[in-house]
T-cell receptor, first 116, second 115 residues
Framework: DGGITQSPKYLFRKEGQNVTLSCEQN?????MYWYRQDPGQGLRLIYY???????QKGDIAEGYSVSREKKESFPLTVTSAQKNPTAFYLC???????????????FGEGSRLTVL | AQTVTQSQPEMSVQEAETVTLSCTYD???????LFWYKQPPSRQMILVIR??????QNATENRFSVNFQKAAKSFSLKISDSQLGDAAMYFC????????????FGKGTSLLVTP
């Protein structure tokens, strides 16, 4: 079945360590996104990529990094510079273009990161 | 920056009754998309309904319908004949044309459905 796979579902990290969250999609979507979800804060955009080898910062990019070497993959690295990394992270994808698609984002099941 | 406001952190409805969740947004764009997403306890985000701003007709999907008031920048979600499975967080979202088509989300409304 087509969809978005995030791994791991749960991750524990010690302070000062970098961690990488995986996001893979087989929907043949050009655009991919990373959101962070905190209680009472909704979803906030970290990074997005509209095409391979290109990505842009979202609203809260500080302390995070991404890469887009393949169309189907968009991993997120949470670096030690991120002051409050404990959160739920959601990856999403969509067809690019304004009028050529329905505008819908398709989401993975999320990854819960806890810093000990 | 565009903002999406959901003024009701929590709502409650009895089974089989109707509930309306509010959403307002701020934008200078004339062409955009609006969405309601549902996030049940599993935390999987599910699209409930979508509205295109250039369409005047309110979108409907089975028991879910919207009241889209473009001039007032209001986009409320009505759930009719509420079911226990409707209990979830509901997020209103606005599609930003100049940020890689990312969605800008409100903070969410937690809906409780009582028997």
């Amino acid at each position: 079945d087509g969809g978005i796979t995030q791994s791991p579902k749960y991750l524990f990290r010690k302070e000062g360590q970098n961690v990488t969250l995986s996001c893979e999609q087989n929907l043949n979507h050009d655009a991919m996104y990373w959101y962070r979800q905190d209680p009472g804060q909704g979803l906030r955009l970290i990074y997005y990529s509209q095409i391979v080898n290109d990505f842009q910062k979202g609203d809260i990019a500080e302390g995070y990094s991404v890469s887009r070497e393949k169309k189907e993959s968009f991993p997120l690295t949470v670096t030690s510079a991120q002051k409050n990394p404990t959160a739920f992270y959601l990856c999403a994808s969509s067809i690019s273009g304004w009028r050529t698609n329905t505008g819908e984002l398709f989401f993975g099941e999320g990854s819960r990161l806890t810093v000990l | 920056a565009q903002t999406v406001t959901q003024s009701q952190p929590e709502m409650s409805v009895q089974e089989a009754e109707t509930v309306t969740l509010s959403c307002t947004y701020d934008t200078s764009e004339s062409d955009y998309y609006l969405f309601w997403y549902k996030q049940p306890p599993s935390r999987q985000m599910i699209l409930v309904i979508r509205q295109e701003a250039y369409k005047q007709q309110n979108a409907t999907e089975n028991r879910f319908s919207v009241n889209f008031q473009k001039a007032a920048k209001s986009f409320s979600l009505k759930i009719s004949d509420s079911q226990l499975g409707d209990a979830a967080m509901y997020f209103c979202a606005y599609k930003v044309p100049n940020s890689g088509y990312a969605l800008n989300f409100g903070k969410g409304t937690s809906l409780l459905v009582t028997p």
